[in-house]
């Protein structure tokens, strides 16, 4: 059955990132990358980093920043969607600096990397080794007092990693099992994805 729905709040691709102090729970990194090829605010690309000063204390980009080349573009993917994501529960991210620049990204199938330019400072995001491939579907998906429709492509990778100006962020990816068995990790590409809405319910 042929359904159409509206209106479409983005398309395009938004993998995700999160890397752990070696034998810990407790994260040093979490970063969403967005690469939109079409919304309401035009296309656009964004990167949503946040780091562990702790972890990382001389890498000169303090807990991190919002970086983009369409500003109200990366305002409304961090007020509206990225703040409720799971990952950046109990993080700063709408405090971060937004900051002007200038994101790339390729994928050969096997690797998929991210480069950011603004001014001095060059972040470089990878991910590698895709451990699986899933369809997602998820009506009503909860952000704030707004729902969206959710459909993407989430594809597992069994690294990943972030360097700023060269110097890695110390920092492990967390790979593991779902109950059926189906590999986890906390680092996953997401392809043809669509956020639809405000749903109403």
Sequence with gaps: MLTIKRPLFMCG???GLRLFAPQSEQPVAVASYWHCTHSALGPGRALVLWLDVDAAPDLSVGNGGIFSDNMPLAHALVEQLTQYFAEFQGLPVTTLPYVPAI???SFDGRRYQVTCQASQ???ALEWCDLL?????HWPQFPAGAAAYDLTTVICP??????A???Q???GNVQTGAAQDGAPTSTAFLAF???WVGPAIP
């Design 13 to 15: 691709e938004n993998p």
């Design 103 to 105: 994101c790339r990204h």
């Design 121 to 123: 400072l060059q972040i």
């Design 132 to 136: 699986d491939q899933k369809y997602l």
């Design 157 to 162: 990778c069994q690294t990943g990693q972030i």
């Design 164 to 166: 700023i100006n060269e």
């Design 168 to 170: 890695r962020v110390p």
């Design 192 to 194: 043809a994805e669509s």
